[in-house]
């Protein structure tokens, strides 16, 4: 596809169930995001991956959150037990090369629509 | 400590003025500095960056932007706008050099609403 697309693009869920949100990043793009964003916030950076590389997971908030990125293309945020404080929108972006390269952190991202995430 | 700065939540211009949303920062050293705009619905897209040279950059959409390092400010700008102009835009900055995904940050969003 020409774009970064997420699925779903909302997600209602009961207080501490699982949520899974998926992202297909842009096709030769080796760097994939995440980021949450709040009402009236910035950005909250969550969790980066560069290829094969380890993911540089030092924005996770707690222990509930994981993400795996598979043969270095579409990625999954999974959302363990969830609280009402998770609810936001959950963006994914991706960049030709990631910041944690030298030299990448040049490189603009391109961002996913988002999905929003509701805890009831 | 990195940081940066939208001083205004919200921003009202009537259609065909100019329009300046304000951004500044804070890095130790030189900084990367970008412009992203959201619209309703929608994920950030990416308009302008400054990385160095010419202190004035042209973006999408006939959006510009002037680095200011004495003022330590990259303010966007539109000589006129359109009401299709009107959405959320956010300034983020990376001190040049430093490696790392968490080192982007992010200001809080201008509001803009451009009034026919």
């Known amino acids: 596809g020409a774009g970064v697309s997420q699925s779903p693009s909302n997600k209602v869920t009961e207080k501490g169930k699982d949520v899974e949100l998926r992202c297909d990043p842009i096709s030769g793009h080796t760097a994939l995001y995440w980021y949450r964003q709040s009402l009236g916030q910035g950005l909250e950076f969550l969790i980066y991956f560069q290829g094969n590389s380890a993911p540089d997971k030092s924005g996770l908030p707690s222990d509930r959150f994981s993400a795996e990125r598979t043969g270095g293309s579409v990625s999954t945020l999974t959302i363990q037990r969830t609280q009402q404080e998770d609810s936001a929108v959950y963006l994914c972006a991706s960049s030709l090369i990631g910041a944690g390269v030298a030299g990448g952190s040049s490189y603009e991202q391109y961002f996913g629509p988002g999905t929003r995430l509701t805890v009831t | 400590a990195q940081s940066v700065a939208q001083p205004e939540d919200q921003v009202n211009v009537a259609e065909g003025n100019p329009l300046t949303v304000k951004c500044t920062y804070s890095?130790?050293?030189?900084?990367?500095l970008f412009w992203y705009v959201q619209y309703p619905n929608r994920g950030l897209q990416f308009l302008l960056k400054?990385?160095?040279?010419?202190?004035l950059v042209k973006g999408s959409y006939g959006f510009e932007a002037e680095f200011n390092k004495s003022q330590t400010s990259f303010h966007l700008k539109k000589p006129s706008a359109l009401v299709s102009d009107s959405a959320l835009y956010f300034c983020?900055?990376?001190?040049?050099?430093?490696?790392?995904?968490?080192?982007?940050?992010f200001g809080t969003g201008t509001r803009l609403t451009v009034i026919p």
């Open positions: 890095v130790s050293g030189n900084p990367y």
């Open positions: 983020a900055v990376r001190e040049r050099g430093q490696t790392g995904a968490n080192n982007l940050f």
């Open positions: 400054y990385i160095t040279g010419d202190n």
